[in-house]
């Protein structure tokens, strides 16, 4: 019996060539490198000069990020749509007719954001105000508009790394992981008020709060990145970029501008040490290397456990060395508050229900079950998200 042979000419290739996206990507990684230590610089800023004037370097810095976010992605979207083969555009979403990655179009959107709070910012302030609070609306529109670009980062970052192959994929997984420790970053930043000073590390709500916002970003990038300790790296990333900003910031002289003054500081302000992130994290990779694609309910249940208690164990006593003389120095940077402070006993003294450095142990029992639960749902919602991340192709 004859086959039939078909003279049709062959199908037309749907992987993109990954080195015409090598450019914006870096682009946009190092944008978002700026939004992030603009943002923590701003932060610093805030606490050291108060909000003088707009056009302060931090603001300049992240509408710097933003700017060439915007260009980068715009040009991208541009050249795929009017100059790209039908490979390039294989693997691109549409919009309006134009065609461009899942994450471009997410960075544009960010950009647009953080673009249109400047003028309203300003505005805001010269109407009400001063640091009349930091929820306003101006600064939510800024928010969501540097989580957007964080976001597009990583959509352009694992859509990359996920259509690599062989060696290739290696750098494309760093870079995953590198977008990964910004965003654990931004993160770790929006809560510091509950959970970064180590006066909070005896209280039940910086476990709540870190179990709620911390394991989600770990799990899913360690579910969706490549590398062998993916979910380790995005926390070592954190902590480096965290310390290089501490140690940066605190050697710069300052003094504030904004009355009233109760803590006359000399130099900027600078965040406090980070958390030490990288023990949890190494627990998750080997979590998820045992458990694999099986039983992710079960697998949230160990990741929430052994987050919280790792948590627990290393911040329990490592925050007594940062309330002690010992770390009063250059290289830990405790006991440095900001110009508005009024200094007292308070900052050697854990800030409990009853203070006086008397933990509330029925409180802190209860309030560590409560951190579990929380950290098992928001590890689940990481490997959730994990999946979705690691099929993304466009």
């Known amino acids: 019996m004859a086959t039939l042979v078909s003279d049709a000419a062959p199908a037309v290739r749907t992987k993109p060539a990954i080195s015409d996206l090598t450019l914006t990507l870096g682009a946009v990684m190092l944008s978002s490198a700026f939004i992030v230590t603009g943002l923590i610089w701003d932060i610093s800023w805030h606490r050291t000069v108060g909000r003088d004037t707009f056009w302060t370097l931090p603001h300049l810095e992240e509408q710097l990020g933003a700017s060439l976010t915007g260009l980068f992605c715009g040009w991208l979207v541009l050249r795929t749509t009017f100059f790209g083969t039908p490979a390039d555009k294989a693997s691109t979403v549409k919009f309006w007719g134009f065609s461009g990655p899942l994450g471009a179009w997410v960075c544009i959107w960010g950009t647009l954001l953080m673009i249109a709070s400047a003028p309203f910012d300003d505005w805001w302030h010269n109407a009400y105000g001063l640091d009349v609070q930091i929820v306003s609306p101006p600064h939510m529109v800024l928010l969501w508009g ?173 925050s007594e060395f940062l309330l002690s003389p010992a770390a009063r120095n250059y290289v830990f940077a405790s006991d440095q508050w900001d110009y508005n402070s009024r200094l007292g006993p308070w900052r050697y003294e854990y800030w409990t229900p009853h203070h006086r450095g008397r933990p509330d142990v029925g409180g802190l029992f209860s309030g560590l079950g409560v951190a579990t639960l929380l950290a098992i749902v928001s590890a689940r919602v990481g490997l959730w998200w994990g999946v979705g991340m690691a099929r993304l192709r466009r």
Do not use: C
């Not at 080997?286 to 697998?299: A, I, S, T, V």
């Open 146 to 318: 540097m989580v957007a670009i964080q976001a597009g980062a990583i959509l352009m970052a694992v859509a990359v790394q996920n259509r690599a192959t062989g060696a290739e994929a290696r750098p494309y997984a760093l870079v995953y992981a590198a977008s990964g420790g910004l965003i654990v970053t931004m993160a770790a930043t929006a809560i510091m008020e509950y959970a970064s000073a180590p006066n909070t590390m005896h209280s039940a709500i910086f476990y709540e709060v870190t179990g709620a916002v911390l394991p989600v970003f770990l799990v899913a990038f360690g579910r969706a990145g490549r590398l062998r300790w993916p979910a380790t790296t995005t926390a070592a990333i954190y902590m480096v970029l965290t310390l290089v900003m501490m140690w940066t910031l605190e050697a710069f002289p300052a003094t504030p501008k904004l009355a009233p003054i109760y803590n006359p500081v000399t130099h900027m302000v600078p965040p406090f040490f980070p958390l030490i992130l990288i023990v949890p994290a190494i627990a998750i990779d080997l979590l998820l290397r045992r458990f694999g694609y099986k039983n992710d309910w079960l697998l949230a249940l160990a990741i929430g456990v052994a987050f919280v208690a790792l948590m627990l164990v290393v911040h329990w006593f490592w």
